[in-house]
Nanobody, 111 residues
């Protein structure tokens, strides 16, 4: 069974950094890009970043220059390195590939 499992969320102070991980298990066609989405309280889910099978990356304007997406194919893992975090980055972060979604990991940016 295909599964995506996120980890790495937690409480971080403004200006701090956090790295999220998404581990994929089961067979997922590699033509699907892998993306990170987030949903803040009371808001709709929004795209944050994605990486294609050919390592093309894309970022939401709100995170450009602060977040970096990468992957380790040997570990079936995609990372989201988040730097210079702001309170407005507080959200549940979800990993997605094709029709598959992870359960989410909560990132709270607060002093």
């Amino acid at each position: 069974q295909v599964q995506l499992v996120e980890s790495g969320g937690g409480l971080v102070q403004p200006g701090g950094s956090r790295r999220l991980s998404c581990v994929a298990s089961g067979f997922i066609p590699d033509f699907y890009a892998i993306g990170w989405f987030r949903q803040a309280p009371g808001k709709e889910r929004e795209g944050v970043s994605c990486i294609s099978s050919s390592d093309y990356t894309n970022y939401a304007d709100s995170v450009k220059g602060r977040f970096t997406i990468s992957k380790d194919n040997a570990k079936n893992t995609v990372y989201l390195q988040m730097n210079s975090l702001k309170p407005e980055d507080t959200a549940v972060y979800y990993c997605n590939q094709g029709p598959i979604w992870g359960q989410g990991t909560l990132v709270t940016v607060s002093s």
